[in-house]
């Protein structure tokens, strides 16, 4: 269901949504997205690339949007003439449907050649993506891994439907329905705003201990649910620091990243931005113990023998950011268990003077390590809630409600 007009004050200026448009057969849907925007009160722009011209033409968005259509950055017609930067920031959504693997491509490399990808290029708002395509150009690994790109910098993708596609295949890459798309943009448009201006720290992904020149002591943490609370927090307007362990991530645009190799770097950086921080998230993973003795040279094998690997425990970064802890600062920690995992997570929240732990059996099918999704139990010092199997993404986002909550019973204001 479409988030009603009565969400917007009737004081407010009209929200406006920048929409692109790119050439397949699905262009015109877009009409119609156009059309359920301007029922909630949005006003359009429309962008079109010179493909979609050849489905659509230019003049059926004009008339629908009240404005003229940007199609390219030389050729348009004076009349037509919108400069890109003016759009790219009056936008407050900017919205590709239907959305080709081409300016998917484009835009994961950073490509900016016509009106379109220059304009999205320039944009601050926050982005949104509708793919449509043949289902094997969808399932194309250029075209997945340029969307997990995106989706790591924080653009929004609507994954497309599956089902009979104008070529004659059926499978995935038909446009979502398009009211799925419009709830969509309207729920980033109306998005909550509730952390903006205030300091928030992160830190994700393992740690490495070296053993010699060749080899280190990691873990399976993949830093994606540190990733998805930093890119949560970031679009709430918090004021984002995030350290981050060695991850094959990209991270949030507009966030401090702070790089760590080992537990005892992640200390020292934590305890350099803790001070100035108003929300504390310890999403990372690292390493209890290190080698006692990191070996200069490359250890050789020793045939017939076993290997003994001495090791000596790493700081608790946790423990000693929990005992410097300021009453107005918020501290949450998670807790990775393969068993009795309330009871361990309740220990760990009590001896690190964590004010909420982010418990998970990582066992579980859809939970732990490098999965998209996750189940958690939010426990506090008198509360326990644990969440259905959902997205990294929405674990951060509950994540994050909590947190203001806890801030809100400490009585603490935004600056
Ligand atoms: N943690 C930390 N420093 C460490 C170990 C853990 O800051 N040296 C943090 C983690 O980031 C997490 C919380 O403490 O937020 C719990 O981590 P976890 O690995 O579950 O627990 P440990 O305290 O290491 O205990 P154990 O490994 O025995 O379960």
Redesign the pocket.
């Known amino acids: 269901m479409i988030v009603p007009l009565k969400l917007m004050s009737s004081n407010t200026t009209k929200m406006c949504v920048v929409l692109g448009v790119t050439g397949g057969i699905a262009v015109y849907k877009a009409c119609e997205i156009l059309r359920l925007l301007q029922k909630q009160g949005i006003d359009v722009y429309v962008v079109m690339t010179k493909n979609a011209c050849k489905f659509v033409s230019p003049l059926t968005f004009e008339t629908l949007s009240g404005h003229p259509v940007a199609v390219d950055t030389f050729e348009r017609p004076a009349t037509w003439e919108v400069e890109h930067i003016a759009l790219a920031k009056r936008a407050d959504l900017f919205l590709i449907a239907p959305a080709t693997a081409n300016i998917i491509g484009k835009m994961a490399c950073g490509i900016a050649d016509d009106m379109l990808s220059t304009t999205v290029m320039a944009t601050r708002a926050p982005i949104m993506l509708a793919p449509a395509m043949n289902t094997g150009m969808w399932d194309n690994p250029a075209t997945q891994q340029n969307l997990q790109t995106l989706a790591s910098r924080g653009v929004h993708i609507v994954s497309p439907a599956n089902g009979y596609l104008a070529c004659g295949d059926t499978g995935a890459g038909k446009l979502e329905d398009v009211a799925v798309i419009a709830q969509r943009a309207m729920e980033v448009l109306f998005a909550k705003r509730d952390l903006e201006g205030v300091r928030v720290m992160v830190?994700a992904g393992p740690t490495r201990e070296a053993i010699d020149p060749v080899r280190y002591i990691s873990n399976r943490s993949s830093g994606k649910m540190g990733y998805a609370i930093a890119r949560a927090a970031q679009m709430r307007g918090a004021d984002v620091t995030l350290l981050t362990g060695p991850v094959s991530l990209s991270a949030p645009q507009g966030v401090r990243v702070v790089p760590f190799t080992t537990?005892q770097d992640?200390l020292d950086a934590a305890l350099e931005y803790a001070d100035a921080q108003d929300i504390i998230i310890?999403?990372?993973?690292?390493?209890?113990y290190r080698a006692k003795e990191i070996a200069g040279q490359k250890i050789k094998k020793k045939d017939g023998e076993d290997m003994v690997l001495r090791l000596v425990e790493?700081?608790?970064?946790?423990?000693t950011?929990g005992k410097k802890k300021r009453e107005d600062q918020v501290f949450v920690?998670?807790?990775?268990?393969t068993n009795d995992v309330t009871a361990?997570a309740q220990g760990?929240l009590m001896k690190?003077n964590l004010d909420m732990?982010v418990a998970n059996d990582v066992t579980a099918p859809g939970a732990g390590f490098d999965v998209n999704t996750n189940i958690v139990t939010l426990m506090t010092r008198d509360a326990m809630r644990t969440l259905p199997l959902m997205s990294k993404d929405d674990v951060a986002g509950c994540i994050l409600d909590a947190v203001v909550s806890l801030r809100n019973e400490k009585n603490l204001k935004h600056p």
Do not use: R, S, Y
């Open positions: 830190t537990t992640l310890q999403a990372a993973a690292p390493a209890d790493n700081p608790d970064v946790a423990a950011i920690g998670f807790a990775a268990e361990h760990k690190k732990i």
